[in-house]
């Protein structure tokens, strides 16, 4: 079965400092991956996905992630940290058993000081 | 604007009383997902349906009901509230059937159940 594990429920940054979230994954098929992003009382949005070719992904607001086959892992950066990035992040891979259904991670909440 | 709405926003009921939660998608999307979102468990899958007339449970479903007579609504069903079922729902809503499209979310239900 497939599963998600994001280490560290809680993340804290300073403003500027790089952004780093763990996600790792089991997966028997090759994986589509997703990053998704809360912001407080609304719902989910996608940060960025990875499907096929190139490992490195980019999405909005300056996030990236790589895929690494090697160590299952998706984790998520960002250089510089924008107290606008003060939210709940969560990593999804989707089940192979159907069509576009996500399996989550429990996500990890960044908070971001001055 | 197409979008995804939830309603209402915020219940309160009582124990043993069946309530229904409400989603409505106007992007036309064959795919439509019921969450649950509890702290420490990230969201997990209610129920899900690919089309009219189709509906399938997901990971915790016990409880729970929804039934697809329109591509529009999805609505969800809990048939006797139990406090167990306090909770933050989440519908969602995606295109097509594959296991790379992305999601959309609603804005979400936040259920109490005394």
């Known amino acids: 079965a497939q599963s998600v594990t994001q280490l560290g429920s809680h993340v804290s940054v300073s403003e500027g400092a790089l952004v780093l979230l763990r996600c790792n994954y089991s997966?028997?098929?090759?994986?589509?991956l997703f990053w998704y992003v809360q912001y407080p009382n609304q719902g989910l949005q996608l940060l960025l996905k990875?499907?096929?070719?190139?490992?490195l992904v980019k999405g909005i607001n300056g996030f990236e992630a790589e895929f690494k086959k090697s160590e299952t892992s998706f984790h998520l950066t960002k250089p510089s940290a924008h107290m606008s990035d003060a939210a709940e992040y969560f990593c999804a891979v989707s089940d192979s058993g159907g069509y576009n259904k996500l399996i989550f991670g429990a996500g990890t909440r960044l908070a971001v000081h001055p | 604007d197409a979008e995804i709405t939830q309603s209402p926003r915020h219940k309160i009921t009582e124990t043993g009383r069946q309530v229904t939660l409400a989603c409505h998608q106007t992007?036309?999307?064959?795919?439509m997902f019921w969450y649950r979102q509890d702290l420490g468990h990230g969201l997990r899958l209610i129920h899900y349906?690919?089309?009219?007339?189709?509906?399938n449970k997901g990971e915790v479903s016990d409880g729970y009901s929804v039934s697809r007579s329109n591509t529009e609504d999805l609505p969800l069903t809990l048939e006797s509230a139990a406090s167990s079922q306090t909770s933050v729902y989440f519908c969602?809503?995606?295109?097509?059937?594959?296991?790379?499209?992305?999601?959309?979310f609603g804005p979400g239900t936040r259920l109490t159940v005394l």
């Open positions: 969602a809503s995606s295109p097509g059937t594959t296991g790379t499209d992305t999601q959309y």
């Open positions: 992007w036309n999307h064959n795919n």
């Open positions: 990875y499907t096929t070719g190139a490992t």
């Open positions: 349906s690919y089309g009219v007339q189709d509906t």
């Open positions: 997966s028997s098929v090759p994986p589509y």
